[in-house]
């Protein structure tokens, strides 16, 4: 991947935004993998969580929002849970969703869910995917 | 020992089974389990932003509602409402912001005058006195496991069982504080006090997918069958877990796996409480077999342990 790094980019609001959001220490991330080798989901994501966590320090704001693995989080907390700077990554994932979400991207609302799997599915189930989708 | 009991929304929808086991085996055991009377949903997942105050407000009011009833612990199965309640109360006990914040909102709880106007709103602060407690935990620390295996009236001897954690169950460790997240073992101990054989499988706290099985159904499928596969290989005849979410992706999802891994077999799947019903020798109705996709029956039969 070709990436443009400017100090502008790096000393960006949304470096500072993102910690905020999240409550993470996104900057004390030493990209140790920990995250990525533990995620049950990196299989189906285009990034794995820790080049997610390095593009985000290097304020490639474009990339992240854009990227399908925030919305692959399962928020099963394995990541977190073994991260040795103590960093939740599912948190940072949400705080991406969230400020991706002025650019009017549906991902896991209603309308993307099929109508058998929504008759079937437990309700806790229904009301988590619509959290994440900031409903 | 008094307890509320908190059942959530999946509970009184698509798995009473879970709900109707646990309160049988509840009463099997002398406790004293009182459903709340009111309750809303817990808000299924913790909020994960710093600004989502506002998603802590549903699990802070029922913590608070069983203060008002007069017990200081309340009990749930559903993995999903624990973790939320058990994450809002330390974030209530740790944040005195989100604690102020809190009870800024419980002061403005008014019952809806038209429907009680009997009623009298008493405002207590709330600062996280109720007691988070899973079923689980009645189990291992107020009953015993010992005592447990004394009070199992039908052994389920033979039946080999895979005990799956699942996510909410055991994270974070730091808030949730269950169990070792990446090492546990109440319920291998859960079903050896009941006589089951214990299936040891690597995937016991991979997460199955969760909520994912709506917007990523291909990855849920995926998830599920590495952990069923795993729990197959290493003997299992049934897997047991806690979770009504688990329970759709491991139940439900078999027919998806079967399609895309010509080579799986199906494998029944058991919430623990239906387990500890059935040795406590409680009356089937409770247990909703039919409510199964991969019928348990058969396995039971052939065990001795239906009729």
Known sequence: ?135 | MKVSYYPGCTLKDKTTNLDDSTKAAAEALDIDMVELPEWTCCGATHPLTEEKIINLVPQIRILSNVRTEGNDSVTTTCAFCYNTLKRANKAVIDDPIKRQRMNAFLKDDKRIPEYDKETVYDFKEYNGETKVVHFLEILRDTIGFETLSNRVTKKLEGLKVAPYYGCQLLRPPEEVDLDDPENPSILEDFLRSLGCEVVNFPFKSECCGSYLSLSAPDAATRASHTILRSALKNGAEAVTLSCPLCYYNMDKRQDNILKLYADFSTVPVFFFTQLLALALGVDESVMGWNKHHIDPTPLLKEKGFLS
């Open chain 1, 1 to 135: 991947m070709r990436a443009v790094i400017s100090t502008r980019q790096v000393r960006s609001e949304f470096v500072a935004r993102v910690q905020d959001l999240s409550g993470q220490d996104l900057l004390g991330c030493y990209q140790c993998g920990k995250c990525s080798a533990g995620c049950p989901m990196t299989e189906e994501m285009d990034i794995i969580p820790s080049q997610v966590i390095r593009l985000s320090q290097l304020g490639q704001e474009e990339d992240v929002l854009n990227c399908k693995t925030i919305w692959l989080c399962a928020t099963c907390y394995q990541c977190g849970t073994r991260c040795p700077k103590g960093i939740d990554f599912s948190k940072i994932a949400e705080a991406l969703r969230y400020l991706g979400m002025g650019k009017e991207k549906e991902v896991c609302g209603p309308n993307h869910i099929p109508t058998e799997i929504i008759a079937e599915a437990p309700q806790q189930a229904l009301v988590s995917t619509f959290r994440k989708q900031g409903l």
